[in-house]
């Protein structure tokens, strides 16, 4: 009965306080977590299209600075990544958001880049694909390092174009 009592005791002085008019404690201000990756300035997502291809490609805008481009046939279902890679290195290896795949590729030494050119093939459907279109960003991991490719706000519906394209 004590605890009854001692309870009953504390709701009402809970009650007393809150009808005095007395402001409760604020709340406690929790640490803000990034959701998302900046974007790099100069850098971007190019959209290009033409009546039976179409291109997305992350770099600095006309120039040979590409870090990944990804390509298709008007609604083949199918996309065709390139990207640079290691020496040596037979994949490309994407993230977004949570989901990761490691895709398989061919290469040959890049004219532009120390390293291999690589291409690969996947579903336009896949799971890190469909998460790029939800956050807006694909991160490319090369050896130990991750490099993230984040869309500005004006290029955002390019990539839901793309993927439209793409089917």
């Given at each position: 009965?004590?605890?009854?009592?001692?309870?009953?005791?504390?709701?009402?002085?809970?009650?007393?306080?809150?009808?005095?008019?007395?402001?409760?404690?604020?709340?406690?201000?929790l640490?803000?977590?990034?959701?998302?990756?900046?974007?790099?300035?100069?850098?971007?997502w190019?959209y290009?299209?033409?009546?039976?291809?179409?291109?997305?490609?992350?770099?600095?805008?006309?120039?040979?600075?590409?870090?990944?481009?990804?390509?298709?046939?008007?609604?083949?279902?199918?996309?065709?990544?390139?990207?640079?890679?290691?020496?040596?290195?037979?994949?490309?290896?994407?993230?977004?958001?949570?989901?990761t795949?490691?895709?398989?590729?061919?290469?040959?030494?890049?004219?532009?880049?120390?390293?291999?050119?690589?291409?690969?093939?996947s579903?336009?459907?896949?799971?890190?694909?469909k998460?790029?279109?939800?956050?807006?960003?694909?991160?490319?991991?090369?050896?130990?390092?991750?490099?993230i490719?984040?869309?500005?706000?004006?290029?955002?519906?390019?990539?839901?174009?793309?993927?439209?394209?793409?089917?």
């Amino acid at each position: 009965m004590r605890l009854s009592a001692a309870c009953g005791a504390v709701v009402s002085t809970l009650v007393l306080v809150g009808c005095a008019g007395i402001d409760p404690a604020p709340a406690p201000v929790l640490p803000t977590v990034a959701t998302a990756p900046a974007p790099v300035a100069g850098y971007d997502w190019f959209y290009h299209d033409d009546a039976d291809e179409a291109s997305l490609a992350y770099g600095l805008k006309e120039s040979d600075d590409l870090r990944l481009g990804l390509a298709c046939r008007r609604g083949a279902g199918r996309l065709e990544l390139s990207a640079t890679g290691s020496t040596g290195a037979r994949e490309i290896h994407l993230e977004s958001g949570g989901d990761t795949e490691r895709f398989s590729a061919q290469g040959e030494p890049s004219q532009l880049h120390d390293g291999d050119f690589l291409i690969a093939e996947s579903k336009a459907d896949n799971a890190v694909f469909k998460r790029f279109r939800q956050v807006g960003w694909l991160a490319q991991w090369r050896d130990s390092r991750r490099e993230i490719y984040v869309a500005h706000a004006d290029s955002l519906p390019d990539i839901e174009r793309f993927f439209t394209f793409c089917g």
